[in-house]
């Protein structure tokens, strides 16, 4: 099986979660791109300038782009081989199983964040003043709307990478020999 294809066992709906999760930055990112490259995207000259584009804010922008892409796209590791054994090209962690507990902490937190950044985003961009033109309006908010599914597309895809992860295993306190002793006798 390719290292970049779905595991046989993640259904459907799981894949679908991790891959929207994934793609949902996409917009937001490329209109970012386009604003540190100068590219009129319907903002006023005063909006680029507070932003400090072109300068120091046009690196800011591509790196806050590339950034959030790799964090966006690691939903896929919740779906994909690489979510479940860590790559042998990584020094010390080469092989090893990722341990279940670090990955659903970190996409748990990852799913608080971005959804948080959701509410926020849909509630400031209601009650934002901008200089912007209609167009540049409307072209930002269809941009950034898709961020608002991160969230809780990275939550469904994170309970099933858990469930699926921790199907087979015992339950902290439960004492699994005993239970199969009686269940023989």
């Given at each position: 099986m390719p290292r970049s294809a779905a595991l046989p066992n993640v259904p459907r709906w799981a894949r679908l979660a991790?891959?929207?999760?994934?793609?949902?930055?996409?917009?937001?990112?490329?209109?970012?791109?386009?604003v540190a490259a100068g590219v009129p995207v319907g903002l006023a000259r005063s909006e680029y300038a507070t932003m400090h584009?072109?300068?120091w804010g046009t690196l800011f922008l591509i790196l806050l782009s590339l950034v959030s892409?790799?964090?966006?796209?690691?939903?896929?590791g919740l779906v994909r081989p690489?979510?479940?054994?860590?790559p042998r090209r990584l020094p010390f962690l080469g092989g090893r199983r990722v341990p279940v507990a670090l990955a659903t902490t970190l996409a748990t937190a990852g799913t608080v964040a971005t959804t948080v950044y959701?509410?926020?985003?849909?509630?400031t961009a209601f009650h934002a003043e901008m200089d912007a033109t209609w167009w540049g309006t409307l072209l930002i908010d269809v941009t950034y709307a898709p961020l608002i599914l991160w969230g809780p597309l990275l939550g469904v895809a994170t309970y099933h990478y858990h469930?699926?992860?921790?199907?087979?295993?015992?339950?902290?306190?439960?004492?699994?020999?005993?239970?199969?002793?009686?269940?023989?006798s």
């Open positions: 991790a891959t929207g999760a994934a793609l949902s930055n996409v917009p937001s990112a490329l209109w970012r791109v386009a584009v072109p300068g892409e790799l964090f966006a796209l690691l939903a896929l690489w979510g479940e054994t860590w959701g509410v926020l985003f849909v509630y469930r699926r992860r921790t199907a087979g295993s015992p339950r902290p306190g439960s004492n699994s020999r005993a239970r199969r002793i009686q269940s023989v």
